[in-house]
């Protein structure tokens, strides 16, 4: 069976430190996998913060997930920390990909990588958008390389 591949960028333009906390954990002790993707929709929320946005509000429209992919690499456990590191990537008209990994602090180890695809949202119309020019300007110095 052919398993997903994800191609990372050899830099990142964001990092963020996230703890795993035992409510991250499940039955087999190691962070859950669908609390993984929680801890990268923290790490999402942070990226924009750090550009001056909210989810909600980026030039007065939001962002909505299209589509998430993530390949696990190794199991991560209560207290250890997460650096996860963010990057845009695939600019187009109406959004990108954000590619991501997750790595234990300590150690380096790899724990997940992944790319979840964003686009641009106005709520009240309930349509997909341009994404807008002063947040592609802003983007391009934050832009992965």
């Known amino acids: 069976m052919a398993r997903i591949q994800i191609r990372l960028p050899s830099q990142f333009a964001f990092s963020t430190d996230i703890t795993i906390y035992q409510s991250h954990l499940n039955y087999g002790g190691h962070l859950d996998n669908a609390l ?5 929709s923290e790490a999402r929320v942070r990226f924009f913060k ?7 509000n980026v030039e007065g429209v939001g962002i909505l997930v299209a589509d998430a992919a993530l390949q ?20 187009g008209h109406k959004g990108f990909d954000m590619v991501w990994s997750m790595t234990e602090q300590s150690t ?38």
């Open 108 to 145: 380096q180890r790899e724990v997940a990588r992944g790319k979840t695809g964003i686009v641009f949202f106005n709520y009240p119309t309930r349509k997909v958008v341009p994404m807008p020019d002063a947040f592609r300007d802003k983007l391009a110095w934050f832009k992965s390389i």
């Open 36 to 40: 993984l993707l929680t801890l990268v």
């Open 50 to 56: 750090s550009l001056g946005y909210t989810e909600l």
């Open 72 to 91: 696990y690499r190794s199991e991560a456990f209560h207290g250890e920390v997460m650096v996860l590191r963010m990057g845009a990537t695939d600019l």
